[in-house]
């Protein structure tokens, strides 16, 4: 058998815009996934030096440790507005926001909907894990009906509560949307799928096409009371049902682009 050195044998390694530090979050969470597939996009378009993100309060708040480029820290559910700023200073920079549901969702709804209907040329990582993972798992506006957490021990009642809104799809009817879907981060080729979004969000910021926004259906083994397996099947068997894997909007001058 031939020598095989080293660099040969490497199949996986840390993305160059992902920095060398331990994780915070939860086993099982799939947070660490959609970081990697965010800094993998952004090697491979070669935008690292010109990136600058805007982290949220959340989990997701240190994403500035995780992510070896420019950040930014944003208020509770206003990473949007303060993306607005950034990029409309620095029209020509890549600015991106990664924002949980607890985040966006809540708080930051009035945020994103005007970023949207503005149609600032900025792109949003949203990461659904239905429920506030940071503060103890409480009921988010993600949280699915029936749906048990440490605010709702017997349900989400949505005669009380209301339904859980469903942002992708909402956001999709604004005119200044360019590219808004929703993927899933529960196996393999579901993650697949994630990252091609992920690379289609920058290309439309590129492009100069509008907003956009790529959803992340995420785990939360933790506040569920799942072992991470069983929180990815959790995701597959009662989030995809509602939260529907989709397109729910894109520019058309995408399709043309050869990703």
Request: overall charge negative; aromatic content about 8%; proline content about 6%.
């Amino acid at each position: 058998m031939e020598n095989v050195t080293m660099e040969e044998q490497l199949v996986y390694d840390r993305p160059e815009s992902m920095a060398s530090v331990q994780t915070h979050y939860c086993p099982g969470c799939t947070h660490g996934v959609a970081h990697r597939l965010v800094a993998e996009v952004i090697d491979e378009m070669g935008i690292k030096d010109n990136m600058i993100g805007v982290a949220s309060v959340g989990c997701s708040v240190f994403a500035y440790n995780y992510f070896d480029f420019d950040f930014v820290q944003a208020p509770h559910g206003r990473a949007p507005a303060m993306a607005t700023g950034v990029k409309r200073v620095l029209p020509h920079r890549f600015v991106m926001t990664y924002q949980g549901d607890g985040d966006l969702a809540s708080i930051g709804m009035g945020e994103i909907v005007a970023a949207a209907a503005r149609g600032e040329n900025i792109t949003v990582i949203f990461l659904n894990n239905a429920n506030y993972g940071m503060t103890g798992g409480q009921m988010a506006p993600t949280t699915l009906p029936g749906q048990k957490t440490s605010s709702s021990p017997s349900g989400r009642d949505i005669e009380v509560a209301g339904f859980p809104i469903r942002t992708a799809e909402m956001l999709a009817t604004l005119d200044g949307a360019g590219y808004v879907v929703r993927r899933s981060l529960h196996d393999p080729k579901n993650i697949r799928m994630a990252k091609k979004s992920v690379r289609l969000a920058f290309e439309t910021q590129k492009h100069g096409l509008g907003f956009s926004l790529v959803e992340l259906l995420s785990t939360c083994p933790t506040n569920w009371g799942l072992t991470p397996i069983q929180a990815l099947k959790w995701v597959e068997d009662a989030m995809i049902p509602y939260y529907p894997i989709g397109d729910y909007k894109v520019n058309p001058a995408l399709k043309e682009l050869k990703i």
